[in-house]
Structures are given as C-alpha cells and as structure tokens.
C-alpha cells in the first residue's frame, strides 16, 4: 500500500497544477492518480482561451494570475509556455451588457489587468473585420491570449514529473474510497493509495462521482461544446488578429496556425449524461449559428472547415470555481468551465487550502459548496451558455 501526505485524483490542468503547487509549498509526498493519461479529457480538448476578462473580481483575478503562471513555468522548464497574446475584445450587444462590462473594467484595472471600454465607432477603427453594427461596444484587453492545450498539459505534465515529491499514476482509476485511523484509502485499479487528505479533481466526468465516494455531493456536471477551425484566416483578419467573444451569442474566434478556430455552446443543451469525452458534433446546431457569425464576422462566410470536435465541459450552477474543504481532509476542486483559463491559478489556490488552512484572496460566496444550499442570484457575467439545470 503506497503511503502519501496528499492524493490528487485526476491529471488535468487543475490536478496537475495542484500537485506542482503543493511539492512548490513544500508538501513531500504526492500523488496523482489519472484513469486514463496526464492531460486526458477536458484540459486537451478545449479551445485554451485564456483571458483576464472575467464576468466578477474573483473570474479576473485567477485569469490574471493563471496567465502568469502559464508564463513561468515555460520560463522555468526553458520551453514555450504555450500562450499567445494578441488582445481581446469582449463585445456587448445590449445596454445592459455595456453598463456590466464597464462595471468590470474598473474591477480589472484595480487588480492590475490593463482594460478599457471602447464605443463601435472605436471599434470600427481597430477591428474593422467585424461588423460593429451588431453592437454598442467592447471591452479590450491587450495582455489576453489563448495557449495551446497540447503545449501547456505538456509542460505541466514536465513539471510534475521532475518534481521529485509527486509521483504521477497513469491508468489508474480510483474505485472507492475509505477511512481507516484517521487517514483515507483509495482502491484503485492498480492497488491501494493511502493518504491524510484528498483531492478531487476529476474534471467533468470525475468530480460527482469522487465526492459521492464520501457523501459529499459535488454540483458538476458535463456538457458539449463544440469547436470548429478553418484552415486559413481570410486577408481581412490576416493571420495575428484579436481574438473575440460575443457571450450573447456564444460563440469566440481566435487564431489557429494559419487559420481560424471558433468555438460555440447551444444555450438549450441538457447535461450530458453519457460518461464519455467523445461526444457527437451537433451539425445541426452549427449551421443555425453559421449565420450569426457570418453576420457579425462577414469575411467568415462560407469558410470551408478543417477540423472540427465536440467536447465534454464541466459546468457549476453560477460558472465560478469550487475551491472547499467540505469533509476534514477530503477537498474539491472545479473549474466551473473555465479549466484551461483557470487551471494553474486553482491549483494555486487548493495548494494555499490544503497548505494554510484559508484561500487568499477569494471570497467565500463565490468558491464554498455551501453556496449552492440557497438560490443564487448573481452568476459570473461573462461564460459560454450552460444547461440551466
């Protein structure tokens, strides 16, 4: 029976940069215990928008602290951290979007992120690519990017495994967990893992099931998103344009090599039940949003697809993170849909819970489980569609 200080249960973004952080804050003894391969699942199916823009303080701050941390661990490993900045513009469509957004802006700037409000007429002459009629404005950030989800689960899977207190388990699915003199035992499908705390980080498909282990209920669920690229950027974006995010519409563009990748979530999609990371491409729903795009974006039209793929997400009821210690010594860990922009900042933040004993920084309505006992009014104003149930 291997003996550990800490048990991470999953290898995405979040648990492996939560295992990094604690070997960084001194814990000795870790593991990781991944059903499938490091990186398996969400973290290298998304899109990898990383941006500082979030829809509250807490969303910006781990955006902007996850861009950070991004940046120094490729310094640190002397790779390519894996991100791209080229700015991004957050569009509003509605008086009510625009009132939000500059709301946010000066939220931002109180945390460091360089952000302004600009008017369509501004915007007609920054990013004449995109249709401003559609909308009254945006907010823009020039420090915004996206990173490569095969890149950075690369450099931190790296990162992990020359970190001498961290061993990593691939092919290992933990099938129960246990308590026994005052530690927990994980059966798992390549024998027992004891330890003094656990963390569940099981990502979409994971996360309820781990915390039903323990009795503890975990609101995560998974649902589709779908992504699409087109292999070469039309002349009126060129090949190193802003990336952009309607979230009344919810669909973003960013660059992809030579091309486009635009992402989109169905705002009448159900949780997905099926277990599975590979989901079936709703062509259907792609071509009812075609002409949204194609409005909003024209030089898009008629863009013959490169690749294109559906993938599992997870989601909480208000999009905001569960950052908690909801039994002694058993912690959970989401992202509320946000992994690859959130992921090395969450972890951060777990290794300070398990560590410290408190989360710096983050109020407690907006990362405890307990918020979801009561209705919850406020929700982060800035996320891709999620099931409303």
Known sequence: ???????????????LWTAYHLARQGVKRIAVCERAWAGFGATTRSAGMVRQQGGSR???????????????????????????ELGYYILAETAEEKANYQELVAIRRELGIENEWIDAE?????????????????????????????????????????????????????????????????????????AERVVDAGGPRGARTIGAMVDVNVPVSATRHQV??????PPELGDRFPLLFTVANGFYIRPEEQ??????????????????????????????????????????????????????????????????????????????????MWGPALGMKMAELIVRGAVSDLPDEDIKLDRFTAPRARKDAIALPFPAR
């Not at 029976?1 to 648990?15: E, K």
């Not at 861009?67 to 991100?83: A, I, K, P, V």
């Not at 095969?150 to 992990?160: D, E």
């Not at 699409?228 to 950027?233: F, K, R």
């Open 228 to 233: 699409v690229t087109y292999p070469t950027a």
């Open 259 to 340: 091309g486009v990748l635009l992402g989109m979530s169905n705002p009448r999609e159900d949780a997905d039940s099926s277990n599975s990371y590979q989901v079936e491409f709703d062509v259907g729903f792609y071509e009812d949003l075609r002409p949204v795009w194609e409005a909003r974006v024209p030089s898009l039209a008629g863009r013959r697809v490169s690749r294109a793929w559906a993938a599992s997400i997870d989601y909480t009821p208000d999009h905001l993170p569960i950052i908690d210690e909801p039994r002694d010594g058993f912690y959970v860990l989401a992202a509320g849909g946000h992994g690859m």
């Open 58 to 84: 807490t969303a910006s701050l781990l955006g902007r602290d996850a861009r950070t941390l991004y940046l120094q661990l490729g310094q640190e490993l002397g790779l390519d951290s894996g991100f791209t």
């Open 122 to 194: 501004e915007g007609r002459r920054r990013f004449p690519a995109v249709n401003w009629d559609y909308f009254i404005g945006a907010t823009y950030a020039p420090t915004d990017g996206y990173v490569h989800p095969l890149t950075v689960a690369r450099n931190i899977t790296y990162g992990v495994l020359r970190t001498a207190a961290i061993d990593l388990h691939e092919m290992t699915a933990v099938e129960a967990i246990g308590w026994s003199g005052g530690r927990y035992l994980a059966r798992t499908t390549r024998g027992v893992f004891e």
């Open 1 to 15: 029976m291997a003996t550990y200080d800490v048990l991470v249960i999953g290898a995405g973004n979040l648990g």
